[in-house]
Antibody, heavy 122, light 108 residues
Framework: QVLLVQSGAEVREPGASVKVSCKASGYTFTDSYLHWVRQAPGGGLEWMGWINCNGGGTYYSHKIQGRVTMARDTSIRTVYMELRGLRGDDTAIYYC???????????????WGQGTMVTVSS | EIVLTQSPGTLSLSPGERATLSCRASQSINRNYLAWYQQKPGQAPRLLVYDASTRATDIPDRFSGSVSGTDFTLTISSLEPEDFAMYFCQQYGTSTRTFGQGTKVEIK
């Protein structure tokens, strides 16, 4: 069974950093790109960026570039998303999602993690 | 960046009715790489349709997607109780992926 399992909820003060993990199982980890998507309370989906689980290359949304770092550890099949300089509008559910491994130019997100709630509050 | 505009914001229908959801792109999408996702409260999104008109695995055939130029449509032919949810479109034709703002399908 293909699964993405994320770390638990976090609470941070404004200005702090948070690191969320996403552990993959049930498929060849290095065949995939993993993306991060966030959703503010009652809001829509905002794409944040992706990481190539093979070479480790990354690509970030212009909106948060400079505050975000995505990394992976192939030995434990886990990707990480670190967001720095947290603000109130970073309060959201953060999802990791696998881009389909169809071997095409690009694919939709076929597997999603369960989500991690990050609350930024003083 | 490709902007996706979904309409309507909310669709109020009864079970058994037909639902038609729209997603308009600000420019053409490479290879019609457009997907539709369903999201229920407290759950992660679920892939319904990709490449504008291909149903994902295990998705019932009452869900269908179509495209005309930069206008994409998701149709639910006859609403089942479990179909009342939020629906988002997403383009994956560029390195910068974008989502529409969503359409809520609610029970009338």
């Amino acid at each position: 069974q293909v699964l993405l399992v994320q770390s638990g909820a976090e609470v941070r003060e404004p200005g702090a950093s948070v690191k969320v993990s996403c552990k993959a199982s049930g498929y060849t980890f290095t065949d995939s790109y993993l993306h991060w998507v966030r959703q503010a309370p009652g809001g829509g989906l905002e794409w944040m960026g992706w990481i190539n689980c093979n070479g480790g290359g990354t690509y970030y949304s212009h909106k948060i570039q400079g505050r975000v770092t995505m990394a992976r550890d192939t030995s434990i099949r886990t990707v990480y998303m670190e967001l720095r300089g947290l603000r109130g509008d970073d309060t959201a559910i953060y999802y990791c999602a696998r881009e389909g491994v169809g071997g095409r130019l690009a694919d939709p997100f076929d597997i999603w993690g369960q989500g991690t709630m990050v609350t930024v509050s003083s | 960046e490709i902007v996706l505009t979904q309409s309507p914001g909310t669709l109020s229908l009864s079970p058994g009715e037909r639902a038609t959801l729209s997603c308009r792109a600000s420019q053409s999408i490479n290879r019609n790489y457009l997907a539709w996702y369903q999201q229920k409260p407290g759950q992660a999104p679920r892939l319904l349709v990709y490449d504008a008109s291909t149903r994902a695995t295990d998705i019932p055939d009452r869900f269908s997607g179509s495209v005309s130029g930069t206008d994409f449509t998701l149709t639910i032919s006859s609403l089942e109780p479990e179909d009342f949810a939020m629906y988002f479109c997403q383009q994956y034709g560029t390195s910068t992926r974008t989502f529409g703002q969503g359409t809520k399908v609610e029970i009338k």
